[in-house]
């Protein structure tokens, strides 16, 4: 409708406008029914009618992540309304498997003073070990302290010539203000266990009473990863080495960035690599383009390019219709 045929309503008079008001309200309440009745339909899925999954739309990797958290919980509640907190009745219960004795530091001894029915106190000679005994140990760790060394470069001077001479650190010492040890602390709880520079600084005062800047622990972390950057690329050497390897990529953040971690198993060792994108030139960086063993993989369409001779065997794990028969 435009403008004048507005104003050719308008001067129909008031019956004419007042009708024309109502028509409208009505088709504008059935176009309301319309979209509820529309809406409704959209938000049904299989859980709240009788449609079957297959007809459920896609969803999102957060709303896919939000319903499980939700299972979850309600999982949880579930449990924790039927169950009480601690072992349950009629539970076997499962102790602490004990050590055996040639692994034992040391062995306490403890007897009682006085019998139980009487009264009279065991003398000196009764208090022996005897053939029956109750075994309970107990793990602790023993004082810990760090060792400081100070070492110490003098100076002397040649009777002959009477130069002087200073003395120089061994290399296995170098100018690190820590040990090789307490390095490889850092470095296992930074690398292994996903520590922060900043809690191995907190963690090393709270432990040890080393006190330590964050730019420290970095620089130890740096030293150790060019340590064994050899020793990594002889892992991957021999890897591929091997007549068959077992190929995997999966995703990995770094400083909070997206990068790639590959892996690369064997029954004897396993090469794991964290790259900047998982795509078939990291693959082949990390394979070679001459390996002509057995790689086992998972039906990832980067490894499709592969020559069939490599004899390609695809992972049980990722093929439902073997997983589920």
């Not at 001479?165 to 170098?174: P, V, Y």
């Not at 998982?278 to 020559?307: K, M, P």
Request: proline residues 5%; contains cysteine; glycine residues 8%.
């Amino acid at each position: 409708m435009d403008r004048a045929e507005a104003e050719a309503i308008y001067d129909a008079g008031r019956d004419v406008c007042v009708e024309f008001i109502l028509e409208l309200a009505g088709r504008v309440e059935q176009h309301e029914e319309r979209l509820a009745r529309l809406e409704a339909q959209l938000r049904q899925d299989s859980r709240t009618s009788s449609r079957p999954p297959s007809l459920d739309p896609p969803k999102t990797r957060a709303q896919r992540r939000a319903e499980a958290r939700a299972r979850a919980q309600e999982l949880m509640r579930r449990e924790g309304e039927q169950r009480k907190a601690g072992g349950q009745p009629g539970h076997p219960g499962a102790g602490r498997e004990l050590k055996p004795e040639d692994q034992i530091d040391e062995i306490v001894d403890h007897y009682p003073s006085a019998c139980g029915g009487c009264g009279r106190e065991f003398s000196a000679q009764q208090r022996r070990p005897g053939r029956r005994f109750g075994r309970h140990q107990v793990a602790e760790l023993p004082p810990i302290s760090v060792v400081w060394t100070e070492h110490r470069t003098h100076q002397l001077r040649c009777r002959r010539c009477r130069a002087r001479t200073s003395a120089r650190l061994a290399q296995e010492i170098g100018a690190c203000a820590f040990g090789p040890r307490l390095q490889a602390a850092f470095v296992t709880l930074t690398a292994r266990h996903r520590v922060s520079r900043r809690g191995i600084c907190e963690l090393a005062r709270d432990l040890f009473g080393v006190t330590l800047s964050t730019g420290s622990v970095d620089g130890i972390c740096q030293r150790a990863s060019n340590a064994l950057a050899g020793p990594h690329l002889h892992l991957q050497d021999w890897v591929l080495d091997q007549s068959a390897v077992h190929v995997d990529e999966t995703g990995w953040r770094t400083r909070g960035e997206g990068r790639a971690l590959w892996t690369a198993t064997t029954q004897g060792a396993a090469f794991f690599q964290i790259a900047e994108h998982c795509n078939r030139e990291q693959f082949t960086a990390l394979v070679g383009s001459a390996y002509l063993g057995i790689i086992v993989s998972d039906r990832w369409n980067g490894y499709s390019h592969l020559d069939p001779n490599h004899e390609i065997k695809t992972s049980m794990e990722h093929r439902p219709s073997l997983r589920s028969g």
